[in-house]
Every structure is written in structure tokens, then in C-alpha cells.
């Protein structure tokens, strides 16, 4: 009798290694086809870095180098920070009191969106450098290969600091699931250097390009400013600061 329960519980246990080490690999063929980066560096007590995958209800305490995942979305507190490592090489940072959501991951590219707050990408050692677009509550965002900033709330700020920006109308990103850009992107001419934006006179209804150095604020009702920013006083932002030292790592 002992030996025939013995035999029972050494079946269940093999059943039990076989039927856990099935769905394992399921879980990483899935994982395989849809992660997007991982999570590889926090600042913060535990809850203030947060996830919500696409299945879930709630929202989950966040843990270093967890994989992130198309769909996902990620939110800080007010005293929080984290790094997303992408898969392709770039990095995307999220500032304090910030919701970020990874919308769609194919191979012509990425896109994304922050419901506000504010966001860092150094997209410069990318290993494909297909299509990435981010969009915020008043403007879209496209890029290939650069680095860039944007705060975003009632209004959009996007600084360059290296290579371009192509920023457009948030009603681009309805027109299509893809990743696309409309035909009629004109690279436009940015006088100045102005210190200073000059009035909102303009409203944004086509892709504008901006270069390092410059930046461009798209207000709610879409008109939008553009301008060489100030780099010193720009420097000395703590947000500014943290993350060029960051990339200096990379």
C-alpha cells in the first residue's frame, strides 16, 4: 500500500513537471513574437513603478528586468523613474507621474502613446531603424534613429538632440493602424534661432521636421510654436541631467 502511494505521488509529481514545463514553453513562445524590451532600471519605493498587461484588470507592482510586452501600459508616482530596454537597442524613459503605453510592435515599426507626462527616447543605436511613433494627447511623433524628449499635458513640448523629428496632427495616427506617414510630409524650414517660441499663429495639418537643437509646442487646439531651445538652461534641468548621464552608458 505504502509503496503503491508512493508510485501515485511520483506520477502526479511527473504529470504535474510535464503539464508545467508545456505551458513554460508556451508562455515564451508568446513572449518570444510580442516582447518589446525589458524593464532595466528603476528609481523608486515599491508601487511607484507599475504595469498593466493586456489581460489584466489591475494593475501590478512592477520588478526589475521584467520583460514588457505589446500593450502593455506603465505608470509612475511622483518620485518615480524607470528604463525600458528595447529589443532592437533603443531605450525609452519614463519621468515621474507618467502613463506610457506600447500600442503596436511590427516589423515596420513601433508605436506608442503617453497620456501624459513626460518621456525620453535615445533611438540612435537602434539595429533597424524602421518607423517610431509616439503619440501624445495634441500631436504624433515620428522618428527613425535620434534623441529626443516630450512633456506632454494640455499642450506638447518635443526638444531635439539629436537627429530629427517629424511631428504631425494626432488625426494621422487615426487614419491608420499601421506604420505609416502620409505622402505629403514636407519637411519644413525652421527660421530663427529664436530663444523664445514665436506666437501660435499656425495650426499643425501637416508633418513638420524637427532638427537638433529645436523644439516645437503643439497646443490642444492645434497651433503650434517652433523654436531653438536655450541648451545651457536646458542642461541644468534635473530630468535633463539624469538622463544624459544615463546615455552616456550606453
Not at 503539464?19 to 519605493?45: D, E, K, P, Q, R
Not at 530596454?85 to 503605453?101: P, Q
Not at 538632440?161 to 504631425?168: I, N, Q, R
Request: hydrophobic share 35%.
Amino acid at each position: 500500500m505504502a509503496f503503491s502511494l508512493v508510485f501515485y505521488e511520483a506520477v502526479m509529481k511527473s504529470e504535474y513537471k510535464l503539464l508545467l514545463t508545456v505551458l513554460l514553453l508556451g508562455t515564451n513562445v508568446w513572449a518570444a513574437g510580442n516582447c518589446i524590451g525589458t524593464l532595466s532600471f528603476m528609481i523608486g519605493t515599491t508601487g511607484q513603478v507599475q504595469i498593466l498587461r493586456q489581460d489584466n484588470s489591475e494593475w501590478m507592482d512592477a520588478e526589475l528586468y521584467t520583460s514588457i510586452f505589446e500593450k502593455d501600459k506603465i505608470r509612475t508616482g511622483q518620485e518615480a523613474r524607470c528604463e525600458i530596454k528595447l529589443t532592437d537597442g533603443g531605450v525609452i524613459r519614463i519621468g515621474e507621474e507618467t502613463e506610457y503605453e506600447f500600442i503596436q510592435a511590427t516589423d515596420k515599426g513601433k508605436k506608442s502613446q503617453v497620456n501624459g507626462g513626460r518621456i525620453w527616447a535615445n533611438l540612435s543605436k537602434r539595429k533597424r531603424k524602421s518607423e517610431f511613433e509616439i503619440k501624445t494627447p495634441t500631436a504624433v511623433c515620428a522618428v527613425r534613429g535620434t534623441i529626443y524628449r516630450i512633456d506632454a499635458d494640455s499642450t506638447t513640448r518635443c526638444l531635439v538632440y539629436d537627429g530629427a523629428v517629424d511631428v504631425g496632427p494626432t488625426s494621422f495616427w487615426e487614419q491608420t493602424s499601421e506604420i505609416q506617414k502620409p505622402k505629403s510630409l514636407k519637411p519644413v524650414e525652421i527660421p530663427g534661432p529664436y530663444e523664445i517660441p514665436p506666437p501660435y499663429e499656425v495650426s499643425l495639418e501637416d508633418w513638420i521636421r524637427i532638427v537638433k537643437g529645436y523644439q516645437v509646442i503643439v497646443r490642444a487646439d492645434g497651433k503650434y510654436a517652433k523654436s531653438r531651445f536655450d541648451k545651457e538652461q536646458d542642461a541644468s534641468i534635473d530630468w535633463v541631467k539624469w538622463n544624459l548621464e544615463r546615455d552616456s552608458h550606453l
